[in-house]
């Protein structure tokens, strides 16, 4: 990623979306982007689990957990296999644990908390479907940028 949000925002502020400043940086990259894999699941990662194994060349998956922060979606060995796959980052609208190790892997990891509690693994959720929180829109196939200033689609 060459530019930063600030950069788009300037240049693309009638194309863009904002994200709400709801999230921490907990990966060890602070600054990545790609085409948008979306996830929809609540305290339950079966979903997440599936997608982290395709291909991820030049994408992020964004999870709409809901905004709960009672069972981490993502931790340190799935975040490791999404970087094995090539996924550039992850933005979870819910927890995510593991922030030590998290914080040592070159992957991109915003989420909106921490909770040290597995998830589920239940096969609840859907994935591929439009998914909205912190005030925008997230479409599968769009681009997202994340730095520490920020998320944009």
């Known amino acids: 990623m060459e530019k930063t949000t600030c950069d788009l925002c300037d240049e693309y502020a009638a194309l863009i979306q904002v994200a709400d400043p709801l999230f921490q940086s907990y990966g060890g990259l602070s600054r990545f ?29 964004v999870i709409d957990g809901g905004g709960s ?54 096969g609840a959720g859907e994935q591929g479907i439009i998914v909205r929180f912190a005030g925008i829109s997230f479409e599968p196939g769009h681009y997202l940028y994340a730095d520490r200033n920020g998320i944009v689609v």
Do not use: K, Y
């Open 33 to 61: 982007s790609g085409r948008i894999a979306t996830i929809r699941c609540r305290e339950d990662n079966s979903r997440f689990r599936e997608l982290i194994v395709q291909d991820g060349s030049g994408r992020v998956i």
């Open 69 to 122: 922060l009672r069972r981490a979606l993502v931790g340190d060995r799935l975040a490791a296999i999404a970087l094995a796959n090539g996924w550039q980052g992850i933005v979870a609208h819910g927890a995510v644990r593991d922030a030590e190790a998290l914080a040592n892997l070159p992957l991109g990891v915003f989420a909106t908390g921490l909770c040290p509690m597995r998830p589920a693994n239940d």
